[in-house]
């Protein structure tokens, strides 16, 4: 047996794992020694990374779909294929008429083939991928506050803190690792402040919870300003040396009664007031949070409100302090850093400015696309409309993962060609035209970026199955045949080398510079050459921060007389994204309950409902049935559903009103009906789901 070092595939934490190599197959893992992020230990899913890429239910061949039955094909035909339907639809509507979707769980070099094909090949600045629906806000908001949208800090500064404040983020559960340290940091002496609407694990161990009504992120934010600026606790120093006047802000919030926020947010004055002053008079604060801010309407507003506090409060910029967005998918830090989005080459160059596309273009050999492309759910959009006709997707399932099933399965039905790149037959390939068999991350050399933006090696430790390929290969070979030679890498290394020289952020970055650290966070150049743990310390990449007068903005769909319950979404423990790595583990798979719809113990005793009894919930997008869990961390009046299961799929029912800057969908917040199923009556999974399942047959 042999121990090949690689990072773990699950959440953004990044751990260092060690796959155990026998007989070309991973027979378990072992935590990497001496890892700076999770110091010898991992979390279950860590521990049960090698069910993730077994053999055992993987793609080994390209298919084609032909009337409505997959067909095994050759390589070659799949590919051309697929080159003559990207031709077509191109042919048919132009550059704007195909769009690829990457991946969060590939590799940087993946993502930075993907952003390559979409732009040099099929001339489109239609790529983006699933951080559209996680953390775009922080991406928007952050860059318009500080310049930049990643984390500002490394997990190692909560070993500093002096107070720990988690907004919106079930940290516990999705950064296990994370959430330890949080712990640890709170058992010498650290203050920890959960803000959340549901009384998450974390939250019932902190010193504080500020239980929030859902949604109302920004008027809660915006009294602990009030209160701060009010009672003059904000550190003027901080705020004459680094930020923008901040009289706009301050005469926002004069406006603003104290009363009515902390009416809005459903917390009372004195409990603010007790945040208030903790979190403006410590020397370091380490801000987190996560999606429980992001995926509303207003997530970009949310962002920003949340950094008015950091910046008024001069909490950033140094050891222990930091606002901290925790990226939920191994890479989807990487994936954003790599340009898979519409409007940013890697290193967020902006597509707009003319210099950028004309340094990727002279070293690309193509014109680049001009036009800013369609996100994610614009593609979905477009596709509807029969403006795309044409989409590529690799290793994502948008049909349980994006808001709105029904809508995202009427967009499938609507193209001529979907593609999808995958490991396995998740919901999104079935509906594929041409499935093609991609390598997993213990199959291939490259890199992921942890939240921490720590860049990290990962290596080959066995072979593909059957014939799956690395995602860049894959693409590389399209590219080929659609007449581009720009992509005939060598290897995973000259993918990463092309990238780094035209990315300043990551200029003094190679694989050795890698391999001779526990990876390096950028930004990576030849002024830090050793990267960079801490962002912000001598200045923010847009010269003085800025802090931005922000009003509280509802949520689109309140409860009513035709949906009384508030409906959210969330994560578990022992699971991850759409579940098809983490499903394949019978440990993890043995943790799950089998009620998959949370619900207050008092609510159900008011509906009559048993324990696991099954249920009927409705929306105005959607219907599904499965049982009931009872579940006292959350308010009354609101249920929630996590999105891990595709025969209980709550983005079924979830509302895809979008932030207008992010284009980021209200995940987190909707209406919806409950209706008892009669007791000993099994739930139908199938229920509602002709649409999804007819889609493309
Ligand atoms: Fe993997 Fe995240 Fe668990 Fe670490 S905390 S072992 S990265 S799932």
Known sequence: MRVVPSICSFCGVGCGIGLRVEDGRVIGVEPQPGHPVSQGQLCAKGWASS????????????????????????????????????????????????????????????????QKFARAVLGSNNIDHCARICHSPSVAGLSRTLGSGAMSNSIADIDQAELILVVGADVTENHAMIGARML?????????????????RLARLADIHLQLRLGSNIALLNALLKIILERGWENTAFLAERCEDIAPLRAHLAELSLAQCSEQCGIAVAELERVAYLFSQVKTAFTAYGMGITQFQSGTNNVIALSNLVLLCGQIGRPGTGINPLRGQNNVQGACDMGCLPNVYPGYQAVADPAVRARFSTAWGRAVPEAPGLTSLGMMHAAQQGELRA??????????????????????????????????LTATARQADVLLPAAAFAEKDGTFTNCERRVQRIRQAIAPPGLARGDW???????????????????????????????????????????????????????????????????????????????????????????????TTQRLHFHYGCGSMTRKSPLLERETPAGLLFIHPEDAAELGLAQHQGVRVRSRRGVLETRIEYHDDLPRGTLSMPYHFSEAPCNRLTNDAQDPISKMPELKACAVALEALAPGQAPDIHMGTSEVSHARL
């Open 184 to 200: 640890r940091a709170q058992a010498r002496g650290a203050t920890l402040i959960v803000i959340d609407p549901r009384r998450t």
């Open 391 to 424: 989409l590529l997707i690799m290793g994502e399932d948008p049909l349980q993962t994006d808001p709105d099933q029904n809508q995202v399965a009427r967009a499938f039905a609507a193209l001529d060609l979907l593609v999808v790149v995958e490991l396995s």
């Open 51 to 114: 069910f993730a890429i077994d053999a055992h239910g993987r793609l080994t061949q390209p298919l084609i779909k032909e009337h409505g039955q997959f067909r095994p094909a050759s390589w070659d035909e799949a590919l051309e294929r697929v080159a003559e339907g990207l031709r077509n639809a191109q042919d048919e509507r132009g550059p704007g008429g195909v769009g690829v979707i990457s991946c969060a769980r590939a590799s940087n070099e993946d993502n930075y083939a993907a």
């Open 473 to 567: 290969q894959i693409l590389g070979e399209l590219a080929r045949r659609m007449d581009y030679a720009g992509m005939a890498w060598r290897d995973a290394e000259a993918v990463f080398d092309e990238m780094a020289a035209l990315t300043p952020i990551f200029s003094a970055m190679n694989y050795p510079a890698l391999d001779a650290h526990h990876g390096l966070q950028w930004p990576c150049d030849s002024a830090h050459p050793q990267g960079s743990p801490i962002l912000h310390q001598q200045g923010f990449p847009i010269g003085r921060a800025r802090l931005l007068p922000l009003s509280q903005v509802e949520v689109a769909e309140l409860p009513d007389a035709e949906y009384p319950f508030a409906f």
